[in-house]
């Protein structure tokens, strides 16, 4: 069964920095690409960023120029490299590895960001 564990999270103030890191394990696939979410409290959960194999990547449109995706795809990890922290970007960040058939979650590492 496929693994997936997120560490780096933590309490940070605003203007702060954070550098999350997500590792898979268990993977007998390519992951399609591989990308970080955000959730807060009664709300859905929603995509921060994407990177693929390519090194192409996208962001949500409320970190770009602030947040960085990386991935190494021999190594199955991904990290976002979050500067310039805003109270909003405050949540339970998830990692997610994509297969033709389905998304892998990690547990989550939660960001709180203190104005």
């Known amino acids: 069964q496929v693994l997936v564990m997120e560490s780096g999270g933590g309490l940070v103030q605003a203007g702060g920095s954070l550098r999350l890191s997500c590792a898979a394990s268990?993977?007998?696939?390519?992951?399609?690409?591989m990308g970080w979410y955000r959730q807060v409290p009664g709300k859905q959960r929603e995509l921060v960023a994407t990177i693929w194999p390519d090194g192409d990547s996208n962001y949500a449109n409320s970190v770009k120029g602030r947040f960085t995706i990386s991935g190494d795809y021999a190594k199955n990890t991904v990290y976002l490299q979050m500067n310039s922290l805003k109270p909003e970007d405050s949540g339970d960040y998830f990692c997610a590895v994509r297969s033709d058939a389905r998304t892998y979650w990690g547990q989550g590492t939660q960001v709180t960001v203190s104005s």
């Open positions: 268990r993977i007998d696939f390519r992951p399609n690409s």
